[in-house]
T-cell receptor, first 113, second 115 residues
């Protein structure tokens, strides 16, 4: 079984400040973790993924995420937020041979000017 | 290169009518997924196709929903006797191969409104 939780429905941050969008997961076996972003009236767009190797993963648009096995977390981060980062962010996990990812409910990121 | 495309982008129908939603995946992608996204909700998995294997239909909410994939490429999601609760955005995604680490590429979605 696999599940993922995004504990915050909404995150507010000022432009230029660092941002964190949280994700925790539960799996049997090794996790494959993904972050996607959805802009208004658009489909989801892949940001980054963790498969194996370095715990810090770098992705598109300056985003990065840190895989923490002991805390079963994969939080999305960016050192300096932009207003254009405002969007809906989804965390997803695959594990145990399942090719169907489980998505979190999404976190709305709002970056204020 | 073209991404995943879906048509129509918007569909308004009356309760009880049948609708067909189309997805064109990225050329060469063997995996295709359908999801439903209701307002303010996350993604609800509907069905998964992989190559010529039998599809995983475990997410279909009722027997009014069906999908097919012809020639390992284009897919059609059909909803029969639509209900108001079927109103949502229907997203299609494709990915290459069967590796667990493959990310998905999503289409822009079809917004279905059932009156």
């Amino acid at each position: 079984a696999q599940s993922v939780a995004q504990p915050e429905d909404q995150v507010n941050v000022a432009e230029g400040n660092p941002l964190t969008v949280k994700c925790t997961y539960s799996v049997s076996g090794n996790p494959y973790l993904f972050w996607y972003v959805q802009y208004p009236n658009r489909g989801l767009q892949f940001l980054l993924k963790y498969i194996t190797g370095d715990n810090l993963v770098k992705g598109s648009y300056g985003f990065e995420a840190e895989f923490n096995k002991s805390q079963t977390s994969f939080h999305l981060k960016k050192p300096s937020a932009l207003v254009s980062d405002s969007a809906l962010y989804f965390c997803a996990v695959k594990s145990g041979g399942s090719y169907i990812p489980t998505f979190g409910r999404g976190t709305s990121l709002i970056v204020h000017p | 290169g073209a991404g995943v495309s879906q048509s129509p982008s918007n569909k308004v129908t009356e309760k009880g009518k049948d609708v067909e939603l189309r997805c064109d995946p990225i050329s060469g992608h063997t995996a295709l997924y359908w999801y439903r996204q209701s307002l303010g909700q996350g993604l609800e998995f509907l069905i998964y196709f992989q190559g010529n294997s039998a599809p995983d239909k475990s997410g279909l909410p009722s027997d009014r929903f069906s999908a097919e994939r012809t020639g390992g490429s284009v897919s059609t999601l059909t909803i029969q006797r639509t209900q108001q609760e079927d109103s949502a955005v229907y997203l299609c995604a494709s990915s290459s191969g069967v590796a667990m680490g493959n990310e998905q590429f999503f289409g822009p979605g079809t917004r279905l409104t059932v009156l």
